[in-house]
């Protein structure tokens, strides 16, 4: 139940971020790396692309990686990484908000709004699951992984 909360919430929160925000003023800054994050949805595209070739390999062994997980989770302390997970997702909201909206350009605001998107994905994993156990599930399904990575790169860098 925690699982599916959790997957309602992320897929709440990026449905949010794309329909609130839009990257075309970006387009125009004269700051190259200003303009590099109006490619940010070739990240999206290329973690949606990951997750579902994932998904797909994995689907074979799907029920047992995911019992592993649950079981693995059963004594977790997640609220913590949610709360953690929260906070990020706001200040990577008020980075983006500056950045798309607020006409501020800098460096720093880049690296932060990056650092604050990173952060967001890295704690909601830990909400789902404690950090060994994803380790674990990386030593046991690196293939798996690593074909899930080639596709995202393909989709989030590939050209239409």
Known sequence: MRGAGLGLLLVAELIAVTIRFDAENLARSTHWW????????????????FTAVLLLVLSPRLKGTARALADESVDHRWAPWLGLHLVAVGVFWLCTASLFEGGRESVA??????????AAAALWLFAVAPARSWWAMARREPMALLVAASAGVAAGFGRA
Do not use: D
């Not at 880049?110 to 990173?118: L, Q, R, S």
């Open 34 to 49: 200003v303009r590099e994050v109006t490619e940010a949805s070739a990240l999206l595209r290329g973690l949606l692309a």
């Open 109 to 118: 605001l880049v690296v932060a709004w990056g650092a604050a998107a990173a």
